[in-house]
């Protein structure tokens, strides 16, 4: 995706389910977690390992799934953001698509073509390779939406 095409997606879809969320704040998958909360977007945390503990962000649950996050919260998912390896991105990519996602996001390292095009043939856009929170902070200047 194009810069254009990746704000217009991060402008318009404001809850992110994040697959692969540690609740350890030391780790990647919490950190750009929480920029993006404290940023104005609805985060989801999942992970199946934590399920039903406390994320560390104001009192947000970790789910299992995103179909577990979407049913407790009524909640529509925008983006599906990925913190998984490469060869992992399969059942991400499911959980997007039957989530009704608009997009998939694997963060940077993360590269899996046949997956991308399997959500593209679905209607998803797909982001590869880049962090959720350094293309917030490029291209929106890290704006609040709160």
Same mark, same amino acid.
């Given at each position: 995706?194009?810069?254009?095409?990746?704000?217009?997606?991060?402008?318009?879809?404001?809850?992110?389910?994040?697959?692969?969320?540690?609740?350890?704040?030391?780790?990647?998958?919490?950190?750009?977690?929480?920029?993006?909360?404290?940023?104005?977007?609805?985060?989801?945390?999942?992970?199946?390992?934590?399920?039903?503990?406390?994320?560390?962000?104001?009192?947000?649950?970790?789910?299992?799934?995103?179909?577990?996050?979407?049913?407790?919260?009524?909640?529509?998912?925008?983006?599906?953001?990925?913190?998984?390896?490469?060869?992992?991105?399969?059942?991400?990519?499911? $959980? !997007?698509? +039957? %989530?009704? #996602? =608009?997009?998939?996001?694997?963060? @940077?390292?993360?590269?899996?073509?046949? $997956? !991308?095009? +399997? %959500?593209? #043939? =679905?209607?998803?856009?797909?982001? @590869?390779?880049?962090?959720?929170?350094? $293309?917030?902070? +490029?291209?929106?200047?890290?704006?609040?939406?709160?």
């Amino acid at each position: 995706m194009n810069d254009a095409a990746i704000t217009a997606l991060l402008e318009t879809q404001r809850v992110i389910a994040v697959i692969g969320f540690s609740v350890k704040p030391e780790r990647p998958s919490h950190y750009v977690t929480r920029h993006m909360h404290m940023a104005g977007y609805t985060v989801l945390p999942i992970n199946p390992g934590h399920a039903g503990q406390p994320s560390g962000l104001d009192g947000i649950p970790v789910y299992a799934s995103v179909q577990e996050a979407v049913r407790a919260t009524g909640l529509s998912v925008g983006i599906v953001n990925v913190f998984r390896r490469s060869e992992e991105v399969e059942s991400a990519v499911t $959980e !997007a698509i +039957r %989530a009704g #996602a =608009a997009a998939v996001w694997f963060q @940077q390292g993360i590269v899996n073509d046949a $997956e !991308a095009a +399997r %959500a593209r #043939a =679905a209607g998803l856009s797909v982001v @590869q390779d880049r962090c959720i929170k350094i $293309e917030h902070l +490029r291209l929106l200047n890290g704006r609040s939406f709160a």
